[in-house]
Nanobody, 115 residues
Framework: QVQLVESGGGLVQPGGSLRLSCAAS????????MGWHRQAPGKQREVVVH???????VYADSVKGRFTISTENAKNTIYLQMNNLKPEDTAVYYC?????????WGQGTQVTVSS
């Protein structure tokens, strides 16, 4: 069983930055992949970034050049650095890990971009 605890969401003005954190209870070395999804009001959940264990990373076109995923293995923590935020980035953000054969999700953290 893997538990993911997210933090770092909040209200930010357009053009601002936030860093989301996702602390995992298990070791990163046992995970096949990890990443972040988001769900905006009235919309389907979408992939923000997916990173394989080898480090191959795929970002959604809408966040390329603005968002960056990183990990701190010593703390079993995944980060999502979000820069130049736009109102359309407003959503609940969920981290996940693929521990094979199951995918685990965080509880979600709200990000609101508004002036």
């Amino acid at each position: 069983q893997v538990q993911l605890v997210e933090s770092g969401g909040g209200l930010v003005q357009p053009g601002g930055s936030l860093r989301l954190s996702c602390a995992a209870s298990g070791s990163f070395f046992s995970f096949f992949a990890m990443g972040w999804h988001r769900q905006a009001p009235g919309k389907q959940r979408e992939v923000v970034v997916h990173m394989s264990r080898s480090g191959t990373t795929v970002y959604a076109d809408s966040v390329k050049g603005r968002f960056t995923i990183s990990t701190e293995n010593a703390k079993n923590t995944i980060y999502l650095q979000m820069n130049n935020l736009k109102p359309e980035d407003t959503a609940v953000y969920y981290c996940y890990v693929d521990a094979g054969p199951k995918i685990y999700w965080g509880q979600g953290t709200q990000v609101t971009v508004s002036s």
